[in-house]
C-alpha cells in the first residue's frame, strides 16, 4: 500500500497502535531518531533497550493529526504494524491484529510486514512489558487497548 493510503487510514482510525504506549527501541534505533533532530522521550531499560515516555498510554511522536511525528525514521515494530511477532515457550509465532487496515492488506503487503517484525530483537519483544519503567497506570493502560485488537496467527 502507498503511504497516503495508509496515512489517511490511520488518521480515519484515530491512530489505536500509536496510543499502546509507542515502540520499544534499541540503541541504534534510538540513536537514529535523535540524530535525526527529533525530541528525546526515551527511558533506558538496559543498553541496547529503550521504551518511549507515554502519557496516558500515547506514543509522544504521534502527531495531532494522527500521523506520526518520525515517520521517515521509524523502526520495524512500527513498519510491521499490524503484524507483530510474539514469543510462547522459546518459539516465534506470528499474529495479524484486525486493525482498520488489515482487511486493506494483499499477500504481499502482509509478507513485506512479517519482514520487517523479523527484524524486531527478541529480547525487546519479550522485556517490553517485564521491564518497563513506564507508571503502572500506564502499562495497564496499554495492555488493556492491546487486548482489545483481535488478532489471527499467521503461518
Known sequence: MKTSEVLKVCQKCGAACCRMGGPDFTKFEM?????????????????NHYEVKSKKGICPYLAEDNSCSIHEVRL????S?????????????YFLAECPLTPLLSKQDVQNMKEQASLIQKEIVLDSFTS???PKQDLNLIKE???????????
Open 31 to 47: 540513536e537514529k531518531v535523535l540524530k535525526a533532530g527529533y525530541p528525546n522521550f526515551f527511558i533506558e531499560i538496559n543498553s
Open 81 to 93: 504494524w499490524p503484524v507483530y511477532p510474539h514469543y510462547k515457550s522459546g518459539e516465534k509465532r
Open 76 to 79: 520495524p515494530m512500527c513498519k
Open 145 to 155: 487497548r492491546f487486548d482489545k485488537f483481535k488478532r489471527r496467527s499467521l503461518r
Open 132 to 134: 518497563s519503567k513506564l
